[in-house]
């Protein structure tokens, strides 16, 4: 008995609702009565919700569907879920279809790498490319432009429309380049033979999107060929080697100490140089990477001081708030760089012992226009012979006199030097020091794959904004014996997967109403999770700032001992249970769910996934049979309609099956015409059941249609269902233009309709409703139900309100009456109905702050605090930062310009005039303050009724005036009619609003939280050193010589054991 009320609730709570649109009437108040009978306004709840349900249940045919989901009984079997067994198996699709992608990624390196070894290398090569921006592009004459010749584009639907072409590959050569620089085109030229391999890959899995090629060179091969715009300063700035799925491919995870040199010698462009190359640094480190940095004179200085003697994670806030502080960095004094460099090896060495960081690579950057010494005995203490850190030396400036002693730190330390005159040299001269990183994984042939979080690709906008894609990818080597043990990169191999792939593969109709699945990074960082929100601005299309590195603790903030996500960054496989608020319809309504976690590692990757399943009904699915001739019959009917983002067949497997809707490929898969069809069998026989049992409803419902008087005024627009197999049906009462709510129930409606994550918000409501009752709100709503009009709801509700138990007739109170408020509102305190149409959807306590205040106080109502961990807040800026401008290219180009200028001048530039002509750069900057959104932590308060509490009265004292107010519960509706006297002054009461209030941290809290570092799991791999690397490539500079005893020195530290 148990089970058949526990199915019945189940059904019941899931297909018995009422919604309403937005349409206003304003009624006329007039009447002077000062007591409020509790008597009067529970006969008015009465008559209100005895109508709206006798309605309500007419028009839904809710009694109809009860009637013959009970004449199935006997064919319906309630099974309660496993869910460890459940998480294993999704875990099992998901490892399946990425191995899939990493096999297509090592196809490409072997093809690439055949076809390096194969080519030798001819400085002379002339070879005509299709290069991505040129491509079809002609001059004034017709002709098409050098490396831009005919090149066919085709709309293809899987690429979201967007004109490629499936058979040719495009070249990016990012723009501060040289098109046909020789090391360009010889890389072009052999990397042709990866076309074929494209075509290949795509062919195997036709679910791929972009593959390429990340050259090492510079320049990008992408699959398929697709023509690139620049942005409107003619500009592509993109860069395959500053990407992070690159880094993670080429390098092993590292902790850096970036020393800057900030003497007086450094003023002017000197400084604004080393600015921009910390900050390009930090462009090259990663979630797996550990930093700091600190700037030296004749003192030392943390740019951050809170962080002093540690480390932290490279994150996107981390490494923002890092280059905040280096527009506060100032140049004077005398730079000792012996101290800075014996801070750097404690530092390094101390936060080793931790057992926290990287513990793989290790290195210091050192940003200076100079160093007096080589420093050998600093170096014999911390480093030799063992070299652990490498030293990797930027000389800023155009000056070389100490290019020497920088190069031979770098040589003595398995590191590389570079020098940087101008802001243009930059990026390209730090990227050098990835390519040392590489040598060891390259001499040791490690191809590992690598996966990268959750990031956005504005390329693949697919009509809902950007997709969220992760990265696999794989380093390409170069396999000539000659330059083994120089440990060459020749570039990266990757594909981007869709995170909406992921999402394919499970079940949405195994997980429940409530139920999700979701997935988590090494570094605990969330891949997928309903609740992750990258997105904002008009059309969700803006990215926040930090959506890449969002924790799992910052959604499940419930578990305040991070049990779940702890368990999960390290891979185990287990169960977790808790108490859950979670916030829906954007934030204004809360569920209080007792949710079950089950988790496990997805093999061959570093994520985790889990899933969540929310006690009751959400731990419980049913099975029906019927017949497969009777459930397509049913299924065929107009009104029905299937989710849109759920999985019955996969349609995206093969080219030829992607025209199908999802019931034309049921049918062909249950016709058994499509054998490379691949279809959820359980999934199929579910919604051909709720097709069956359901189809009664369209003859019902058509033939309250085909009677007119039986809808005499007009109220009722729509009646649907929906079930839990994501199967609705639609009945219009009125033609479509009458519609007031043209996008309910549309695609446009992205809470009001089945998507791959989440039931719809109507849904989800009902579930939690008392059974056989209906829930009412503004303005989406039910499961079966239907739409009306407001205007008619209002008018029962006013009708209502005007009776009276009185045998002559005469009321003693009503609604009408000028010393009374009125109002309808739900179990979430929204206004549905006040004689102020403007209150309408409004919150209660911005109305009736008294009221609300002493509801809370009885009890009626109880607050429940939420959190937003991805909050957005406004700040007002006063000005832009000046080097903020400097690092835009053409303000960085333009400075470039005007130093030479003025060297011509004046030698001593940085001292005198650079200052003058900066200024006009950013003088503008300086005068315009700008309001900005920034991430922050915000609390908000959630009502919700006392489901036990179904009629009280109160009073306020209002500074001696007595307020009284009565609250009845609507029956069998998730409604309260409240009625107020409204003869006090109450303003003394402020408003009770849900407006979020930001968590402001105090000072020594914010340092706690900057040096707080949660649980992470370290890549399986590591590679920070080889014995057979040729340390001696160690870079150059303009005219240099060594002197001969640094010469002798770094060739004897060759010679010791590595």
Not at 97 to 116: D, I, N, P, S, T
């Amino acid at each position: 008995m148990q089970v058949e009320g526990g199915k019945v609730r189940a059904w019941s709570a899931c297909l018995f609702l009422l919604s309403s649109t937005l349409t206003f009437s304003i009624t006329e108040v007039g009447g002077s009565h000062q007591s409020i009978p509790p008597s009067v306004v529970k006969l008015w709840a009465s008559a209100f919700g005895g109508e709206m349900k006798s309605i309500s249940a007419k028009y839904s045919g809710s009694q109809l569907l009860q009637k013959k989901y009970k004449e199935f009984d006997r064919a319906v079997r309630v099974e309660e879920i496993d869910g460890l067994r459940l998480v294993k198996r999704l875990a099992q699709n998901m490892e399946e279809m990425f191995h899939k992608k990493a096999q297509a990624m090592k196809r490409l390196v072997v093809a690439a790498e055949e076809a390096h070894l194969q080519h030798e290398e001819d400085p002379d090569l002339q070879y005509e490319y299709f290069n991505a921006v040129l491509i079809n592009e002609v001059d004034e004459e017709g002709n098409h432009v050098e490396l831009g010749g005919e090149f066919i584009l085709q709309p293809n639907d899987h690429f979201n429309n967007l004109s490629v072409n499936l058979s040719l590959s495009v070249v990016q050569v990012p723009t501060n380049m040289y098109n046909k620089d020789s090391a360009i085109v010889n890389g072009v030229y052999w990397s042709e033979a990866l076309n074929k391999v494209f075509v290949d890959n795509f062919e195997r899995d036709p679910s791929l999107i972009w593959q390429y090629f990340g050259s090492a060179k510079g320049f990008f091969r992408q699959y398929p060929g697709i023509k690139w715009k620049p942005d409107e300063h003619g500009v592509i700035a993109f860069d395959c080697r500053n990407r992070k799925w690159y880094i993670q491919a080429a390098t092993s995870p590292k902790n850096v100490v970036i020393l800057v040199d900030v003497s007086g010698s450094m003023k002017g462009l000197r400084l604004t140089i080393a600015r921009q190359t910390v900050s390009s640094i930090l462009d090259t480190l990663g979630d797996d990477d550990f930093f700091n940095i600190i700037a030296y004179n004749e003192e030392l200085h943390y740019v951050e001081p809170c962080l002093n003697g540690t480390l932290v994670q490279a994150d996107v806030a981390n490494k923002d708030h890092f280059r905040e502080h280096l527009d506060k960095l100032f140049a004077q004094g005398i730079g000792m760089l012996d101290i800075a460099l014996s801070e750097a090896f404690n530092l390094l060495s101390e936060f080793n012992e931790t057992g926290r960081g990287s513990e793989c690579s290790q290195a210091i950057m050192l940003v200076t226009d100079g160093a007096v010494d080589t420093y050998d005995a600093i170096f014999a203490k911390y480093n030799w012979p063992e070299r652990k850190v490498r030293i990797f030396p930027y000389l800023i400036g155009r000056e070389s006199a100490f290019a020497d002693n920088l190069k031979w730190m770098a040589c003595a330390n398995k590191g590389y030097f570079t020098q940087i005159s101008t802001l243009a040299d930059v990026q390209e001269n730090v990227m050098e020091y990835l390519h040392v990183l590489s040598r060891p994984k390259v001499i040791d042939r490690e191809h590992d794959t690598v996966w990268t979080e959750a990031y956005i690709d504005s390329t693949l906008d697919d009509g809902q904004g950007p997709v969220l894609m992760t990265t696999v990818a794989m380093p390409v080597f170069s396999t000539k014996n000659e330059t083994r043990n120089h440990g060459i990169l020749l570039g990266v191999v990757g594909t981007d997967v869709p995170v909406s792939e992921l999402l394919k593969t499970i079940p949405k109709y195994k997980l429940g109403i409530h139920g999700y699945a979701f997935a988590i990074t090494n570094n605990g960082y969330i891949l997928t999770h309903p609740d992750l929100r990258p997105l904002y601005g008009a059309g969700k299309k803006r990215r926040k700032p930090n959506y890449s590195s969002v924790d799992l603790s910052e959604v499940e903030w419930e578990d305040k001992d991070d049990t779940l996500r702890n368990s999960m960054v390290n891979r185990k496989k287990g169960t977790f249970s808790m108490e859950v608020k979670r916030s829906i319809d954007k934030g204004r309504r809360v569920l209080v769910l007792h949710n079950d976690y089950y988790y496990t590692d997805i093999q061959g990757t570093p994520f985790s996934l889990g899933v969540a399943l929310s006690r009751g009904h959400g731990k419980f699915f049913f099975t029906g049979n019927v017949t497969v001739e009777e459930g397509l019959h049913d299924l065929e009917h107009p009104d029905v309609a299937l989710a849109d983002e759920w999985t019955y067949c996969d349609t995206d497997e093969h080219p030829e099956h992607r025209y199908l809707t999802q019931i034309d490929a049921i049918k062909l898969y249950l016709g058994g015409h499509e054998p490379q069809l691949q279809c959820d069998k359980e999934l199929i026989q579910e919604v051909l059941f709720d097709a069956v049992v359901t189809a009664p409803l369209e003859a019902y419902w058509t033939s309250l249609v085909l009677n007119k008087s039986e809808n005499s005024d007009k109220g009722v627009e729509i009646a649907y269902l929906g079930t839990r197999t994501g199967l609705s049906r639609i009945n219009l009462f009125v033609v479509p233009d009458k519609l007031t709510s043209q996008d309910f129930l549309t695609a446009e409606d992205k809470e009001g309709v089945f998507n791959a994550d989440h039931f719809p918000l109507w849904y989800k409501r009902a579930a939690e409703q008392v059974p056989g009752t209906f829930v009412y709100s503004l303005p989406f709503n039910t499961a079966v139900g239907i739409q009306m009009k407001l205007d008619f709801f209002q008018r029962k509700f006013w009708t209502a309100s005007r009776q009276c138990a009185a045998l002559d007739g005469k009321c003693s109170i009503s609604c009408d009456d000028e010393n009374i408020n009125c109002y309808l509102i739900d179990n979430n305190g929204f206004v549905l109905v006040a004689e102020d149409y403007t209150l309408t959807g409004n919150f209660f306590g911005e109305a009736e702050g008294a009221v609300m205040s002493k509801l809370l106080q009885m009890g009626s109502f109880k607050r429940v605090t939420l959190y937003d961990y991805q909050a957005l807040c406004w700040v007002y800026s006063e000005s832009s930062d000046s080097g903020h401008t400097l690092l835009d290219p053409y303000f960085a180009f333009l400075s470039a310009v005007k130093w030479l200028l003025t060297e011509l001048v004046i030698f001593l530039v940085e001292f005198n005039l650079y200052s003058w002509w900066q200024s006009d750069l950013t003088a503008k900057a300086q005068r315009m303050g700008r309001t900005m959104q920034v991430p922050c932590d915000t609390e908000y308060p959630a009502f919700v009724s006392e489901r036990t509490i179904k009629e009280n009265t109160g009073n306020v004292d209002c500074d001696g005036c007595i307020k009284s107010f009565v609250i009845q519960q609507i029956p069998s509706s998730n409604l309260f009619m409240v009625v107020v006297d409204n003869k006090c002054d109450c303003s003394m009461f402020e408003p009770i609003t849900m407006d979020p209030v930001e968590i402001m941290y105090i000072e020594s809290l914010k340092c706690e939280r900057l040096k707080m570092q949660k649980d992470r799991r370290r890549p399986d791999t590591c590679h920070p050193f080889h014995p057979e690397e040729n340390s001696m490539e160690c870079g150059g500079a303009h005219t240099l010589t060594s002197s001969f005893s640094a010469t002798l020195l770094c060739l004897l530290l060759a010679l010791f054991p590595r």
